[in-house]
């Protein structure tokens, strides 16, 4: 960098000079800009690997699964390794259908009651756990992590055989308890009994995960507050109402949301059971994509059927967020 300075020649006319000044330091202003950027730069970067993990592992198989949607692929294609591509006739053959509409309303209704048993259930244990001494909460927690620590198709299979037509548990302690009609009662033989059992499964399986966690938020609650609310004349409802719930409300919120996904892609629970029966009317959407799919080898139909059940889930889940938001504008 250089300035111009005025001065005298010789023969006493003006002169301009050049003087030049040292550099900046390269540890100065002209280095903290790409240092920022690097900084700004890095969670990203530490990002990276989990969304590329997410892209081959869960985005690749999507968009296979709908290239496979738009396909006529049968087992005379699998041999012949043909593609044949019939555009939306896979969609409109489904849409069309009355059976793909009652599954829907089927797979609503069931995750509707299941997350509505869970979460009250759940949070009824999690305040039981907040209250109990040491040795009780941990002989119950122990109880619970023990179901929740559990193979799915283990606890389906024990399921199975406590609820037997003619060598369950159930049907015997019935029959001693003086229902003398239960005991040889077939329970997979409706639709309403094998949803019944299926509900009860699955809650049993989902609700440790709910009454801990919600255990664990009560938690954080100050002690302080209580103690307020119980100089101000509060009694345990309104104690509740005021101090606990405001508290444990986002909590709520997102339990509710993990668990309306994980009932609503429910699998082996309901397949192992009755493979959707009796007469397919157990079947909710993920049990029809794979009947439909892989039991009767129509597998672009059954791409289309899974295809649409995610985006089942995801009209459910997005008016589900959309009443949390508004709620919470409400609220503030």
């Keep these: 960098m250089s300035v111009q300075t005025e001065g005298t020649d010789t023969a006493g006319e003006p ?21 920022a950027r690097r900084g700004a730069a890095a969670p990203y970067l530490l990002l990276l690997p989990a969304l590329l993990a997410t892209l081959i592992l869960l985005g690749w198989p999507l968009v296979k699964n709908g290239m496979l949607s738009f396909q006529n692929l049968n087992p005379r294609q699998l041999i012949q390794h043909l593609t044949e591509w019939n555009g939306g006739d896979n969609y409109r053959e489904v849409l069309t259908g009355s059976d ?14 299941n997350v509505v048993l869970i979460m009250l259930l759940g949070t009824l244990i999690g305040l039981l756990l907040a ?42 302690v019935l029959d001693r308890l003086g229902w003398h009609s239960m005991a040889d009662y077939n329970w997979f033989g409706s ?8 509900t009860l499964l699955i809650v049993w399986q ?14 954080t609650i100050p002690r302080e507050l209580y103690e307020a609310a119980s100089l101000d004349g509060a009694g345990a ?29 429910a699998f082996p629970q309901i397949f192992a059971i009755n493979e959707g029966g009796p007469d397919h009317l157990t079947e909710t959407l993920p049990i029809y994509a794979f009947v439909e799919g892989v039991g009767n080898q129509h597998f672009g139909v059954g791409a289309a059927i899974s295809f649409l ?3 089942v889930l995801l009209v459910i889940t997005s008016y589900y967020l959309r009443m949390v938001l508004k709620q919470e504008e409400d609220e503030l």
């Design 131 to 172: 209250r109990l001494g040491k040795r009780m909460r941990l002989l119950l927690m122990l109880g619970l992590v023990l179901a929740w620590a559990m193979p799915v198709i283990a606890a389906t299979t024990v399921y199975q055989w406590l609820f037997a037509q003619r060598f369950g548990v159930v049907n015997w």
């Design 15 to 35: 002169a301009v000079h050049k003087a030049r000044l040292p550099a900046p330091p390269a540890g100065g202003d002209g280095g903290s800009a790409p240092s």
């Design 237 to 265: 409802w309104k104690s509740f109402t005021s101090v606990t719930l405001p508290f444990l409300r986002p909590f709520l919120y997102a339990t509710t949301f993990l668990e309306v996904i994980w009932v609503f892609k």
């Design 191 to 198: 639709q309403l009994s094998t949803f019944s059992v299926i």
């Design 206 to 219: 989902s609700i440790p995960f709910v009454a801990i966690n919600l255990y664990a938020a009560t938690t």
């Design 309 to 311: 059940t995610v985006l």
């Design 100 to 113: 793909f509409w009652h599954v829907v309303e089927r797979s609503v209704v069931f995750t509707a009651v």
